[in-house]
T-cell receptor, first 113, second 113 residues
Framework: DQQVKQNSPSLSVQEGRISILNCDYT??????FLWYKKYPAEGPTFLIS?????DKNEDGRFTVFLNKSAKHLSLHIVPSQPGDSAVYFC????????????FGEGTQLTVNP | KAGVTQTPRYLIKTRGQQVTLSCSPI?????VSWYQQTPGQGLQFLFE???????NKGNFPGRFSGRQFSNSRSEMNVSTLELGDSALYLC????????????FGPGTRLTVT
C-alpha cells in the first residue's frame, strides 16, 4: 500500500523556467511533509518542509504548496538551474509516529541548459 | 557543524554473515533514524532511536536491529544476511523526535554475495 505517491518518474525543464513536482498521499494522519533531493551515491538533502497548519512555505527558489482537501502537495522551483538536476523525493510523517518518514518513489528532474 | 557521518561507506558480505553499520548524528541531535533504499522498494523506514530508546520500528524482520549510545551515536545490525539485504542504508538525524527536519548521511552501500 503506497501511502505517498509521486506519479511522474521524470520531468524535464529548460533552465530559467519553473519546475513543478507533484506528490499525493492517502493517509489522513500525515500532517508534516518534506521534500528532499538526492544525487547518485549520496544521501538525500533536505530542501523544505511544511506543516499541515499551513498551505504554503517558501525558501528562496523553493516553494511548497499543500492542498489538504486533495491530499496533494507540490514543490515549485523558480528559476530552475542545471544544478537542480537530481531525484526529488517527497516524504510525510504523522504526529503519532515520531520521526518516521514515508517516502514517495521519487521524480528525476532534468534541467537543460 | 559537521554533518551526519556513516561508516563504512561500502561493504561486501557473504550470505549468512552478519554486519554492523555505524552512524554519528549531527552534534546536538538526539534522534537517529535508519532507512533502507533499494531499486524495487524505494526508501523504507527501519527504526528510530531517541535518547537510547527505540521509538518506532518499520516492517522489517527481527534480523534487523539497532541501538543508540549515550552520545547519540547509533549502530544497526543485520544478522544472517540474505541477498535481498543488498541496499543503501541511510541514517538520518534530527534534534528531537517528531516533526523536525531530518538530515541524512551519505549512506553505507551493502552488497551481499
Amino acid at each position: 500500500d503506497q501511502q505517498v505517491k509521486q506519479n511522474s518518474p521524470s520531468l524535464s525543464v529548460q533552465e530559467g523556467r519553473i519546475s513543478i513536482l507533484n506528490c499525493d498521499y492517502t493517509n489522513s494522519m500525515f500532517d508534516y511533509f518534506l521534500w528532499y533531493k538526492k544525487y547518485p551515491a549520496e544521501g538525500p538533502t533536505f530542501l523544505i518542509s511544511i506543516s499541515s497548519i499551513k498551505d504554503k512555505n517558501e525558501d528562496g527558489r523553493f516553494t511548497v504548496f499543500l492542498n489538504k482537501s486533495a491530499k496533494h502537495l507540490s514543490l515549485h522551483i523558480v528559476p530552475s538551474q542545471p544544478g537542480d538536476s537530481a531525484v526529488y523525493f517527497c516524504a510525510a510523517s504523522a504526529f503519532t509516529s515520531g520521526s518516521r518518514l514515508t517516502f514517495g518513489e521519487g521524480t528525476q528532474l532534468t534541467v537543460n541548459p | 557543524k559537521a554533518g551526519v557521518t556513516q561508516t563504512p561507506r561500502y561493504l561486501i558480505k557473504t550470505r549468512g554473515q552478519q554486519v554492523t553499520l555505524s552512524c554519528s548524528p549531527i552534534s546536538g541531535h538526539r534522534s537517529v533514524s535508519w532507512y533502507q533504499q533499494t531499486p524495487g522498494q524505494g526508501l523504507q523506514f527501519l527504526f528510530e532511536y531517541f535518547s537510547e530508546t527505540q521509538r518506532n520500528k518499520g516492517n522489517f524482520p527481527g534480523r534487523f536491529s539497532g541501538r543508540q549510545f549515550s552520545n547519540s551515536r547509533s549502530e544497526m545490525n543485520v544478522s544472517t544476511l540474505e541477498l535481498g539485504d543488498s541496499a543503501l542504508y541511510l541514517c538520518a538525524s534530527s534534534s528531537k523526535t517528531g516533526h523536525y527536519e531530518q538530515y541524512f548521511g551519505p549512506g553505507t552501500r551493502l552488497t551481499v554475495t
